[in-house]
């Protein structure tokens, strides 16, 4: 196969894909397009144009992406309430489709004809690129170093890195403890420390929230608005989505809401912890199934609960651009056009607790649900009927058993 000649790289800065630029000139002699996308992990990414500007790279695109993300990624999945195996909120995920849609556009924008990545062969990452890239073009080149290079460990990455005058900060002199990844929705952390699914985890692993025990003792009330299945405002103020969700993982973070330690059915067939952190999505998670439970009709929310699970599983397995994840978007977008109003909410010691919740598309009815005389509004005697018809093939079921 012939070399490619132009190769872009979804580049971080770090020690591991600032390697993998080297390794790409190196190995193909390719001319290297870094991209860095700001999804909101909370760094600094200039470092990341100066050191590929240093390594010999003419184009940067370092971008910043966290309202698209919010918008156009996090907020539809919100949606759907989407939770893998039963507690994930799908964090790193959900970033994958779009960087590799960035990546994409970025090759024909400046007629690369490869794409790199720096995910490894053992985890989840490389199927959500690779998928992506294929869904958006078919005949781009993709290349995985991780699968292809000559290096077993991470001292064979530093004393490549020595070699070639890459920078190495003190803390990567060694063994990392853990791996992180980030965005404005989690961060997520596994490997080292954490590979034994018997140890509690150390508290260096959390960064993003305080631990429930060290949260105030006073709780927070907030009131989040909601139109058309998204959030709009918290306490009144109207907010773009990355604005409202950075705004919530400050209050989460403040409380201790949002930590999960999980042991996961990855797709590439093995199982792997991790320890997550969702503030905000923890929260607008609970705001968002109180604003349905007035405002969906019963049909409507029990058909979306059964969808959920294989819809959360196509975006964990990387299938965001596919046919079947684009058909059940539909079907739940189509459920939210009246999901709209407020709710209100306690946030104690990592604790999201539904106060309140109204909306003008309510389809809960005070005058039919009351204990008290409701004037008519519902007659009990119907009920006979409903319940002797629904019993009928349990009855049915009886009389055979009996007689046999």
Known sequence: MTAPKKVVLAYSGGLDTSIILKWLQTTYDAEVVTFTADLGQGEELEPARKKAEMMGCREIYVEDLRETFVKDYVFPMMRANALYEGVYLLGT??????????????????GADAVAHGATGKGNDQVRFEL??????????VIAPWRDWEFKSRTDLIEFAKLNQIPVTKDKEGEAPFSVDANLLHSSSEGKVLENPAEAPPSIVFQRT??????????TIIEIGFKAGDAVSIDGQAMSPATLLAALNDLGR?????????????????????????PGGTILHVAHRAMESITLDRGAMHLKDE??????????????????REMLQAAIDCSQK???GTVRLKLYKGNVIVMGRESKKSLYSEAIVTFE????????????????LNALRLKLLAQRNKRG
């Open 373 to 388: 005389d409701d004037a008519g509004a519902y007659d009990q005697k119907d009920a006979v009927g409903f319940i002797h």
């Open 210 to 219: 305080v631990s429930p025990e060290e949260a105030p003792d006073k709780p």
């Open 338 to 340: 009246e999901v709209e």
């Open 93 to 110: 995920s959900i970033a994958r489709p779009l960087i590799a849609k960035r990546q994409i556009e970025i090759a024909h924008e400046t």
């Open 307 to 324: 969808l959920m699970p294989r819809y959360a599983e196509l975006i964990y397995n990387g299938f965001w651009f596919s046919p079947e």
């Open 254 to 278: 403040d409380n201790g809401i949002g930590r999960l330690d999980l042991v996961e059915n990855r797709f590439v067939g093995m199982k792997s912890r991790g320890i997550y952190e969702t």
């Open 132 to 141: 992506g890239y294929a869904a958006l073009d078919p005949t781009i080149r």
